[in-house]
Structure formats: structure tokens, C-alpha cells
């Protein structure tokens, strides 16, 4: 019997905002729920009575909520919540005005710069002055080319308060990317810094504007916020506007535009897998039900805590850790890298801090046991109650490590949704143990089991993660797809009317998760999900290749990218031409889209109708059979794939 790793006093679980939800709960209606898993199962066998009754536990502001909780609930997609109410996203995250901390932020280089809760409320209403003086009005899009800096956070919420709708990706993304997904949305206006720090450098992002301005037309304005200098030279960027001259700092009210629950807040990204990146709409009342149900409750964020995520504004845990600010939370923001300019920076900022509440990825904690550091011997953590970590499944390895050289009283936490959802399937929770391995439970109100082929629950066994009903933080739908059927291939037709996320996994006898990867070819590497065909649009570039093919190979606790290449007849692949591939992909992508091994292969099999088939090849990699050959024109190429050296170390 697998011993937990570390459960709560009965003191603790208590005092949890958990607890304290499920006595209201049986209060009002009558129930007489004692456990997480009675309350889980109540929460989705009554779903609408468990998101109206949050909604009301919450406090979310509204200038109407309304009757109408679910409509067309036995549908998916086609279900509605709350489709009466009208609130703003905005107004919810600025509830709080006063002298309280509201963001920290800290940098690589050991500046400091913090924020109260009523300066933010006054920075966001001279932006948000700004943005409407420039002619930006509801449904309107404006995005971020930002690093995860204060006042990254201060245009997203002047944008979402007036109706308007936020987008963003991180400054590392080259200009393809970038265009690759803001080219698709089309924003008004532009936000960046004129550059960024990681790993002691300085890295320009204005020489990047030029080019991404001259593919997106409908970008009216580009502001500039100073970053690497307190007054940096814009002249040679077309439609530049520093932030100083942008904001109306004489406005010091904001008119929060009242919009329906199911209004556009945010726009995000798919990897990109067979094509450009899916664009994925979120709503403004669903991304902020789902994230203060899982802060709250599963994180017991509080407005004492001092909350951390390690995220670029390219990632959904960035989207997920701002809806803190309407705990009331203190937030604190750090960009640039977690290992400069000591493996323990970040650490060393939660003891300044008091961080409560610090969120990572697996691949960090990995690379922290690694390099030997041992925060809890070397740091003051007292104030630290919760870890949690995402971006790939996190090791048992990984458990003890945190129990053994970060903290023993500890809530930690592995967690797993996705950007699909801009929130969580499965997560933790404060009152309950946690087991090496595993994540504590699946979140309140999702309707989360794992699948065989048949559609069948499956114990014991491994299946695939789907959600049965409906849930508020649902996508609207990708843009641009007004019939709704790319959205619907994505996720409803493995198994109709059933959510079917992409993950591979089991639910344990005690309620937790196991999640054992994704079960497509997305690609993993460090946490970050990276499409294939990202790194496909760039080889193409480099005239001797003629085709390629990128595998995610498991290793050492991670997963490493391999790129396959077909050359042109003649050319042999040697190390002029791998630095050549590696530098186009770097130059166009972020350094994690860089293959660690580059092979080449003499052919690369493909589907009869010419698609090339990530999947099968990574299966032979690994060793396992590879079934469906007949749906292949040329099965034969798969042999040149098995049992490769190179792959070996």
C-alpha cells in the first residue's frame, strides 16, 4: 500500500476555504457531504447548482447574474452558461482598491518594482483612456509582445475592461510565430518593451516590430513600454507611441463595459500541430468562474498569500495566475531565467517575498535536483504552504525531491488542463494527501474520466482523459471557424457529445490522476508544447532539405525534440548543416523548438494520402509495434527508424 507523501493536519484542513465550502454546501442544501470525493460527486452530478451556488460563494461581481444557469446542457459543444448575466472581467480582478500589494515584480537582475491595488486601479484607468482615445472599443483585439512585467498585466486589464479582447505571446517568439498567430486575430493595437533580459543578456525586441508590422495591417498603434531603457528610441518603429505618451493619466475612473458571460476575453494558441496555430477563444465569464474555483478552493488562495507562477505571457498558467488578483492576493511577477544569476534566484525571491503559493514546471524541479540545490536547507520558506507544477507529469523522483530538499509541510500540487481550457482537469486539493505520482483529485465540477476505444470508463487501466458534461470554461470556439466544425474536430469527434482531451491517463482507486502524456504528436519538450509543423515551416527554409519529421523521444525524465531530415540526393548531413537548421529554427521560433538530435533518413513514411506520420514513427523509436500499416503508401520506411544508435545516448 503506497504511503502518502504528506496529508494535512486535521487543523489545516479545517481552515481551508475547501472545508468551509462543503458545511455551506450541506447547509443550504441539505446534504451531508464528508469528503472531497462525496463533494466532487455532487459538484457533477448537480452541476448547475454547484457553479451558481460558486458563483454566489465567490462574490462575483455583476450588474445582473440572472436565472438562466445552463442552457442546452445535454449538448457539447452547444451548452451555455449563464446566458442572462452581465459582469465584466475586469472589474472582478480591480475589486480591491486599497494599500494592499497587489504585484510585485522582480527581475533577473535584481530590480524591484511594487504596486498597490489602488495604483493598479489608476495605471489601468489612464491606459484604458489611452486605448479608447486610439479608437479601441468592445470586441476589438489588442495584443501582447510582452514579458511578464507589471505592465503587461495593466494592458490586459485596461483592454478586458472596456470590452475589448486580450491576446499575447512572449518576446521570444521569432517574428513567425508571432505573425503565425496574431496575423490570424488581426489586434488594433500592439503592446511591447523595447527589449527583455535572460541569462544575464539583453535582447532587442523593436527590430522584430518592423517585420511583423509589415505582414498584420490592422495594427493602428504600436506602444512601446520602456523595459532595458527609461527612454528608448522608437523612432525607426512605424506607428510607435511610448506608454507615457499613450496613457491619459488626468482619467482616474474606469467605466467598466458590462458584457455577456460568454463574451470574448481572451484569444490563445495551439501549438500548431498539423498547420498554423488553432486560435482559441475564451469567455470572460467562464476563465473567471473556472480560475476562482481553483484558486480558492484547490489552492486555498487567500488575500494574505503571496502568489508566484514561473510562466512567460505565452503560456495559460500566465492567463490563470492573474485571475488571483481577485483573491486579492499579493501577485509576484518574474521574468527572465530561473537559473540566472544562481539556480537558487528564484527562491532567494521567495524568502524576500514570502511567497505562499509558488508555481513552477516539472522540468524545473527536475533541473533544480540536478544542480544540487536544496532550497529548504538554504532559504527561509515558513511562508510557503503550497508548490504546484505543471507543464508535463512530474516524477516520483521529483515528489521526494520536494518533500526531502524543499519543504516537508507542504501542499504539492501537480496539475493538468491545458490551453484548451485555459484552466485545469485535475488538480489538488488542501485537504486531501498527496501520493508520488499522482494528482490529487479532478476538479469540482468537471465531469472528468478516463475512456477506452469504446467509450467505456475505464479502472485500473489507462484511457483517455475526456470530460462527460459540460463546464463553463469550455472555449467559445477557435476564430474564424463560424460553423463551428474545426472546434468541433478538435474535441468532439473521438466520442460525440464527450470533451476528449488529448491525454493519456488513469483514475487511481483514490480518486486521483495519472497522467501519462498526451496521447497525439504535440511535442513536450521542458513542459512547453510545441507543434511539429512550427519546426516543419522553418527546415523547409534551409534549401538542402528536402522533407522532415519531429518526434518527442522520452529522456532522462523529459522529453527531447529529434528531428529526422530528408536531404537533397548527393548531400550528406554534417555538422555545418545541423548548426545551419538549428540556428533557422532559433532564429524564426524559441530556443526550445531547437531539436536536441538532428538524423538523417533516406525516406519518411506517409500516409496514402501524403501525410507523414509522426505518431507511428515515434513508436518505433520507443520500440512498440506499430499496427495500422496498411493506411501508409510506403510502410517500408518505417525500418529506418528502429533501433538507431544515435538515439541511445
Known amino acids: 500500500m503506497q504511503e502518502p507523501l504528506w496529508t494535512p493536519?486535521?487543523?489545516?484542513?479545517?481552515?481551508?476555504?475547501?472545508s468551509d465550502f462543503i458545511v455551506k454546501v450541506n447547509q443550504t442544501f441539505g446534504l451531508d457531504l464528508d469528503s472531497y470525493d462525496s463533494l466532487w460527486q455532487w459538484s457533477t452530478n448537480s452541476s448547475e447548482d454547484f457553479w451558481n451556488f460558486f458563483w454566489d460563494y465567490a462574490g462575483i461581481l455583476s450588474s445582473h447574474k440572472g436565472s438562466r444557469i445552463l442552457d442546452n446542457g445535454h449538448l457539447m459543444p452547444g451548452a451555455t452558461w449563464f446566458s442572462e448575466a452581465r459582469l465584466n472581467f475586469a472589474e472582478n480582478l480591480l475589486r480591491y482598491r486599497d494599500d494592499g500589494a497587489a504585484i510585485v515584480f522582480c527581475g533577473e537582475d535584481g530590480r524591484r518594482n511594487e504596486i498597490s491595488y489602488r495604483d493598479l486601479y489608476s495605471r489601468v484607468a489612464a491606459l484604458a483612456a489611452g486605448?479608447?482615445?486610439?479608437?479601441?472599443?468592445?470586441?476589438?483585439?489588442?495584443?501582447?509582445?510582452?514579458?511578464?512585467?507589471?505592465?503587461?498585466?495593466?494592458?490586459?486589464?485596461?483592454?478586458?475592461?472596456?470590452?475589448?479582447?486580450?491576446?499575447?505571446?512572449?518576446?521570444?517568439?521569432?517574428?513567425?510565430?508571432?505573425?503565425?498567430?496574431?496575423?490570424?486575430?488581426?489586434?488594433?493595437?500592439?503592446?511591447?518593451?523595447?527589449?527583455?533580459?535572460?541569462?544575464?543578456?539583453?535582447?532587442d525586441s523593436l527590430g522584430k516590430i518592423q517585420g511583423i508590422l509589415s505582414s498584420i495591417s490592422s495594427i493602428e498603434a504600436v506602444v512601446v513600454v520602456p523595459f532595458l531603457n527609461a527612454n528608448p528610441d522608437v523612432s525607426e518603429v512605424p506607428k510607435a507611441i511610448q506608454l507615457n505618451d499613450f496613457v491619459h493619466d488626468d482619467v482616474k475612473t474606469i467605466e467598466f463595459e458590462q458584457v455577456a458571460f460568454n463574451h470574448p476575453l481572451y484569444v490563445m494558441y495551439s501549438s500548431g500541430t498539423t498547420g498554423v496555430p488553432k486560435c482559441i477563444v475564451h469567455s470572460v465569464g467562464g476563465t473567471l468562474i473556472q480560475h476562482l474555483k481553483e484558486l480558492m478552493l484547490h489552492t486555498d488562495l487567500r488575500r494574505d498569500d503571496h502568489f508566484f507562477y514561473y510562466t512567460t505571457c505565452g503560456w495559460m498558467m500566465w492567463n490563470w495566475m492573474v485571475s488571483g488578483l481577485a483573491t486579492g492576493c499579493t501577485l509576484v511577477l518574474f521574468d527572465g531565467s530561473p537559473f540566472a544569476p544562481t539556480p537558487s534566484i528564484l527562491w532567494q525571491i521567495a524568502e524576500q517575498e514570502k511567497i505562499s503559493v509558488f508555481g513552477t514546471s516539472a522540468k524545473y524541479l527536475a533541473a533544480l535536483e540536478k544542480a544540487g540545490v536544496k532550497p529548504g536547507h538554504d532559504f527561509d520558506l515558513s511562508a510557503l504552504k503550497a508548490l504546484l507544477s505543471t507543464g508535463s507529469p512530474l516524477s516520483h523522483e521529483s515528489f521526494e525531491y520536494v518533500y526531502r530538499d524543499i519543504k516537508q509541510d507542504l501542499q504539492l500540487s501537480s496539475i493538468s488542463g491545458g490551453t484548451d481550457i485555459v484552466s485545469c482537469f485535475a488538480l489538488g486539493s488542501p485537504i486531501l494527501p498527496v501520493y508520488a505520482g499522482e494528482l490529487q483529485c479532478r476538479g469540482l465540477g468537471m465531469a472528468v474520466d478516463m475512456y477506452d476505444d469504446d467509450a467505456q470508463p475505464v479502472r485500473g487501466q489507462k484511457g483517455e482523459l475526456v470530460c462527460t458534461k459540460p463546464f463553463p470554461s469550455m472555449p467559445i470556439g477557435f476564430w474564424q471557424d463560424p460553423e463551428q466544425r474545426r472546434f468541433h474536430d478538435a474535441y468532439f469527434a473521438q466520442f460525440p457529445n464527450i470533451w476528449a482531451h488529448g491525454d493519456y491517463g488513469e483514475v487511481t482507486e483514490r480518486g486521483g490522476v495519472i497522467i501519462h502524456g498526451r496521447s497525439d504528436a504535440v511535442l513536450n519538450p521542458g513542459g512547453v508544447r510545441i507543434g511539429t509543423a512550427e519546426i516543419y515551416r522553418q527546415v523547409e527554409k534551409v534549401d538542402e532539405v528536402l522533407e522532415s519529421l519531429c518526434i518527442g523521444q522520452p529522456w532522462k525524465d523529459d522529453v527531447r525534440v529529434v528531428l529526422f531530415v530528408r536531404l537533397k540526393d548527393g548531400v550528406e548531413l554534417?555538422?555545418?548543416?545541423?548548426?545551419?537548421?538549428?540556428?533557422?529554427?532559433?532564429?524564426?521560433?524559441t530556443p526550445r523548438h531547437v531539436p536536441e538530435k538532428i538524423l538523417q533518413v533516406h525516406d519518411i513514411p506517409r500516409t496514402i494520402s501524403g501525410k507523414i506520420v509522426e505518431l507511428a514513427v515515434r513508436k518505433v523509436v520507443m520500440g512498440e509495434e506499430v499496427k495500422n500499416k496498411d493506411a501508409l503508401a510506403n510502410p517500408q520506411a518505417l525500418d529506418l527508424f528502429k533501433d538507431l544508435d544515435e538515439l541511445k545516448n
Open 9 to 18: 493536519t486535521s487543523e489545516r484542513v479545517a481552515s481551508t476555504q475547501m
Open 131 to 203: 486605448l479608447k482615445a486610439q479608437g479601441v472599443v468592445k470586441n476589438d483585439i489588442v495584443a501582447g509582445f510582452m514579458p511578464n512585467i507589471t505592465e503587461t498585466l495593466i494592458a490586459m486589464l485596461a483592454t478586458t475592461s472596456i470590452g475589448a479582447v486580450w491576446t499575447s505571446c512572449s518576446p521570444d517568439f521569432g517574428i513567425n510565430g508571432v505573425i503565425d498567430r496574431f496575423g490570424q486575430v488581426k489586434p488594433k493595437v500592439l503592446f511591447t518593451t523595447d527589449g527583455y533580459l535572460y541569462n544575464g543578456k539583453a535582447i
Open 574 to 589: 554534417d555538422d555545418s548543416l545541423i548548426k545551419q537548421i538549428k540556428n533557422v529554427i532559433r532564429l524564426n521560433t
